[in-house]
């Protein structure tokens, strides 16, 4: 199959599930295009366990092999992803969060890393599948950032006080490009302890710097010269292939100068988004420019999630990875709860307003997402790499499934927004 009849399936595929979902299923479209895709693979497993003969299993797996899902997430839809999601982001709320939103997607990613990589090193060698303590931080790394593609439709589903949306929206925006930064860091001192040359504390602040800073230094640069040139004209059919040239150029550019892509994205995408849609936009070129990066947010989403749930064929599980994944589950959230849990009440200490219920929402809320089994699957190879890559797939398809499908009855019963309405 040639890459395009690749993604003629994956968007027919896409649409039939999507059609089956909206009229019979009624799930949330996301969570339902994993639920359908999911249930399809299994019975694809089913069938090849009863009749092997058939040869279906394999040659659906050929397939999804041909799709390098790491490098279809990181270096192609996640860009417009991310830019789609800032556009919507209201910086001006943005800012009376800033605290939480910087420490949750810094501190707060650190310490979940931390935490989770104790832990499951501790977990697997109890179990007797023994894995290094830098390979566990590994785990720890790609699994702590939520996913702002999980989250932002999630949020799309779930009403919930202004406030706490920004802060669910920001943290997980932010947080993927840190998060990915700290995943390079810590793969970097995991491979160096295990024959490498070693990477020493400076080279970690050094690189840190480099991926973060210049990031948010690259997509402010380039946000604002899209913002000039979009400024400089009013025809709305050029000013989307403006923006798509930012997200593009901007992303392409980052890679090539080694700087967090995610990053310069998430920061030009909240920039056009508030200063270029008031300002340098007519309402004609605006209402174009804002539907076309939902239609392309809505399809890009839809092939992202069907994929996902698709990718239980080339994942290997055994009883052993299976029964570590679920154990792996509360672990997970137990670390979530306290990395937000223990910054938000110093906040709260130091004078911040939150809304009541923001710990559990927030905790609950951290989805996990494609994201984080790209960054497995991305991993060199090696003996404990199935097993992470299988843990983390069933910590995400837990993630997305059971907590996006009960975050409306716990924001229903948690949230209060009698108060915490204006800081909150």
Not at 307 to 316: C, W
Not at 401 to 410: N, S
Not at 412 to 424: I, L, P
Request: net charge neutral; hydrophobic share 55%.
């Amino acid at each position: 199959m040639t890459i395009f009849d690749i993604a003629a399936a994956l968007t027919v595929l896409a649409a039939t599930f999507g059609l089956l979902n909206h009229h019979v299923i009624r799930l949330p479209h996301t969570i339902g295009l994993v639920v359908i895709s999911l249930v399809t693979s299994i019975v694809i497993l089913m069938l090849n366990a009863g009749w092997p003969e058939l040869g279906i299993a394999p040659a659906v797996q050929g397939v999804l092999e041909r799709i390098d899902f790491h490098e279809a997430l990181m270096n192609g839809m996640l860009s417009f992803l991310l830019f789609a999601g800032a556009l919507h982001v209201d910086l001006r709320t943005m800012r009376e969060q800033v605290w939480a939103i910087g420490i949750l997607a810094t501190l707060g990613v650190i310490l979940s890393t931390v935490m989770v990589g104790v832990a499951i090193w501790w977990l697997l060698n109890t179990m007797g599948l023994p894995i290094p303590l830098g390979y566990a931080m590994v785990f720890g790394a790609l699994i702590s950032p939520t996913d702002p593609v999980a989250v932002l439709g999630i949020l799309k589903t779930v009403k919930i006080p202004r406030s706490l949306e920004i802060k669910i929206a920001g943290e997980s925006l932010f947080n993927d490009g840190v998060g990915v930064v700290v995943f390079l860091v810590v793969l970097a001192l995991a491979a160096g302890g295990h024959g490498g040359d070693g990477v020493d504390a400076g080279e970690v602040a050094i690189l840190f710097a480099k991926e973060a800073l210049g990031g948010s230094v690259l997509g402010l640069v380039a946000g604002y010269i899209s913002y000039r040139a979009l400024a400089s004209l009013d025809e709305f059919a050029l000013e989307v292939l403006i923006t798509l040239a930012l997200v593009m150029g901007t992303y392409g550019l980052a890679h090539h100068i080694h700087v967090s892509g995610p990053i310069a994205i998430v920061v030009a995408g909240l920039l056009i988004g508030n200063q270029g849609m008031s300002r340098a936009m007519s309402d004609k070129t605006r209402d174009h420019v804002q539907k076309f990066w939902v239609l392309l947010d809505e399809i890009l989403n839809s092939i992202l999630f069907l994929m996902i749930g698709f990718e239980v064929l080339v994942v290997g599980f055994n009883q052993s990875t299976l029964m570590a994944g679920a154990i792996t589950i509360p672990i997970v959230l137990a670390a979530r709860y306290i990395s937000v849990g223990l910054p938000l009440t110093a906040l709260r200490m130091l004078g911040e307003r939150f809304t009541r219920g923001a710990i559990p929402v927030l905790t609950w809320g951290g989805l996990r997402g494609g994201i984080s089994v790209a960054l497995a699957l991305s991993l060199p190879p090696s003996e404990v790499k199935p097993v992470i890559l299988s843990i983390t797939y069933v910590v995400v398809v837990f993630s997305i499934i059971a907590q996006g499908l009960t975050m409306k009855p716990l924001v229903a019963r948690v949230v209060k927004t009698d108060e915490g309405s204006g800081k909150g």
